[in-house]
């Protein structure tokens, strides 16, 4: 399985953008697909976006086109979630896992990061 | 979008006492559906993938079934431990989505 490890807790002001880091090791990079999603305070799992297996291309959430960026760095084996025009909503644990296998458009999220703490207030 | 609603919300429930957990989606996904099971503090844990397939390290009593737009997740011989909240993900349509939860309390 693949390892992920998350970039520390951020406090944003309403109106500004965060950056969230996911490290994954233990594969090849090019057969990780990195996906996110969070989990507001005592709410369930609601998924952002992420790189499909096959398509290979990046899909995102409704409630979240044009405000979201999922980005990745081959080089350091990093994934990155950029989210614009934080509200006091967007406050929640962001996780990022990984979609597997890399053959399947439709598979499953194997491994997790530990979550990154995301709270937006004035 | 496919959304999943499960049921219950909530069940109270006895160690050692069977447990059922539905996940119905609003139109057919044949069988991508996958359940995890998250404890509090913690990441969610893969634990049936593709409705009945079982996967590594996860206790055999705990068991998946159907397709379609109708699933369930069953624990026989309910433990302490399997105390958690369990979601259904879809992965069949884009965007992919998840149910709301079911939370297991011990009684």
């Known amino acids: 399985q693949v390892h992920l490890v998350q970039s520390g807790a951020e406090v944003k002001k309403p109106g500004s953008s965060v950056r969230v880091s996911c490290e994954a090791s233990?594969?090849?990079?090019?057969?990780?697909?990195i996906h996110w999603v969070r989990q507001a305070p005592g709410q369930g799992l609601e998924w952002i976006g992420g790189r499909i297996p096959v398509l290979d291309t990046t899909h995102y959430a409704h409630n979240f086109q044009g405000r979201v960026t999922i980005t990745a760095d081959k080089s350091t084996s990093t994934s990155y979630l950029d989210l614009d025009s934080l509200r006091s909503d967007d406050t929640a644990i962001y996780f990022c896992a990984n979609l597997f296998p890399d053959y399947e458009p439709r598979g499953w999220f194997d491994s997790w990061g530990r979550g990154t703490l995301v709270t937006v207030s004035s | 979008e496919v959304v999943l609603t499960q049921s219950p919300d909530l069940q109270s429930v006895t160690l050692r006492d069977r447990v059922t957990i539905t996940c119905r989606a609003s139109?057919?996904?044949?069988?991508?559906l996958h359940w995890y099971q998250q404890k509090p503090g913690q990441s969610p844990k893969l634990v049936i993938r593709?409705?009945?397939q079982s996967f590594s390290g996860v206790p055999s009593r705990i068991t998946g079934s159907g397709s379609g737009t109708e699933f369930t997740l069953t624990i026989n011989s309910l433990e302490a431990e399997d105390a958690a909240t369990y979601y259904c993900h879809q992965s069949d349509t884009l965007p992919f989505t998840f149910g709301q939860g079911t939370k297991l309390e011990i009684k």
């Open positions: 233990g594969d090849t990079f090019s057969s990780i697909y």
């Open positions: 139109e057919s996904i044949g069988t991508n």
């Open positions: 593709f409705a009945s």
